[in-house]
């Protein structure tokens, strides 16, 4: 059974820099697309972005410049990092795998991690 | 950027009844359109991909359908455990969208 564990700091403050690891077992990530996906407080799900097969990622364009996907294939691990937080960026964060052929559906998620953006 | 428009945003009924919720699309998606249940304090939880192809141990009275740019989940004889929050998804394009959520509440 393939399973997702989010892991980083709860608590940022502004203009810094998030880093947020997704640690996967059961299932290597050499496939797949990984997905981060976030829930600001009471509200809907917002998409970030994924990272492929071949090690490339793509970014929602409101966060272009700001994200960065990366992967850590001997330790089946990737990562998000978003620069210059604000308040708006406070969610909580998912890690999701996206199966091409299952329409690119997220099957399998990580638990999530609250993050707040707070003096 | 594709725009989901789910409805309603909120819906109160009865275990043992029927509820459809709605999601359509400002263009084409194909049957790139997956279904998500969400409790409180939960991760999503996929229901249904790819239009109407049901997830592995999510149970029979739950349904996909449509194209192009309706779709549309059904849940018959509706379960305590059924009371939850719903979200479309398109998959198609980039960037990945999600619908705002329909709430289903007991009546």
């Known amino acids: 059974q393939v399973q997702l564990q989010e892991s980083g700091p709860g608590l940022v403050k502004p203009s810094e820099t998030l880093s947020l690891t997704c640690t996967v077992s059961g299932g290597s990530i050499t496939t797949y697309h990984w997905n981060w996906i976030r829930q600001p407080p009471g509200k809907g799900l917002e998409w970030i972005g994924y990272i492929y097969d071949n090690g490339s990622f793509s970014t929602h364009p409101s966060l272009r410049g700001r994200v960065t996907i990366s992967e850590d294939t001997s330790r089946n691990q990737f990562s998000l990092k978003l620069t210059s937080l604000t308040a708006a960026d406070t969610a909580v964060y998912y890690c999701?795998?996206?199966?091409?052929?299952?329409?690119?559906?997220?099957?399998?998620w990580g638990q999530g991690i609250l993050v707040t953006v707070s003096t | 950027d594709i725009q989901m428009t789910q409805s309603p945003s909120s819906l109160s009924a009865s275990v043992g009844g029927t509820v459809t919720i709605t999601c359509r699309a400002n263009q084409n998606v194909f049957n790139y359109l997956n279904w998500y249940q969400q409790k409180p304090g939960q991760a999503p939880k996929l229901l249904i991909y790819g239009v109407s192809n049901l997830q592995s141990g999510v149970p029979s009275r739950f349904s996909g359908s449509g194209s192009g740019t309706d779709f549309a989940l059904s849940i018959n004889s509706l379960q305590l455990e059924d009371f939850a929050t719903y979200f479309c998804?398109?998959?198609?394009?980039?960037?990945?969208?999600f619908g705002q959520g329909t709430e289903v509440v007991i009546k």
């Open positions: 999701a795998r996206g199966r091409r052929g299952y329409a690119y559906a997220n099957d399998f």
């Open positions: 998804q398109q998959t198609y394009t980039n960037p990945i969208v």
